[in-house]
């Protein structure tokens, strides 16, 4: 069973940064993929960004095409942590964030039946 913890979010203005941390319990972090969701108002989840790793590839990532540009997502596998630097943000983008992971490694896992394990979500706000 793998638990995730996500923090950071809050009320921000367009244009302005928030970062997001997910931390992850688990032995083998390095092994799992990441993903971050977001579901606004009245609107289904939708996929954000993922990340992987491999010690041959290393990280490989990938956006929504919403937030390419803008948002950028990392790991410290010392300590099972994922982030999701926004910058640029807008309106939009207001949402609950959440957090997944599946043990598998994945490529472009953009669908939300590709995770295994997801946090309780983390409020995101941005004013216009």
């Known amino acids: 069973q793998v638990q995730l913890v996500e923090s950071g979010g809050g009320l921000v203005q367009a244009g302005g940064s928030l970062s997001l941390s997910c931390a992850a319990s688990?032995?083998?972090?390095?092994?799992?993929?990441m993903g971050w969701f977001r579901q606004a108002p009245g609107k289904e989840r939708e996929f954000v960004a993922t990340?992987?790793?491999?010690?041959?590839?290393?990280?490989?990532?990938n956006y929504a095409e919403s937030v390419k540009g803008r948002f950028a997502i990392s790991r410290d596998n010392v300590k099972n942590t994922v982030y999701l630097q926004m910058n640029s943000l807008k309106p939009e983008d207001t949402a609950v964030y959440y957090c997944?992971?599946?043990?598998?490694?994945?490529?472009?896992?953009?669908?939300?039946?590709?995770?295994?394990?997801w946090g309780q979500g983390t409020q995101v706000t941005v004013s216009s």
């Open positions: 997944a992971a599946t043990v598998r490694y994945r490529l472009e896992a953009t669908g939300m039946s590709e995770y295994d394990y």
């Open positions: 688990g032995r083998t972090f390095s092994t799992y993929t």
């Open positions: 990340i992987s790793w491999s010690s041959w590839s290393g990280a490989r990532t």
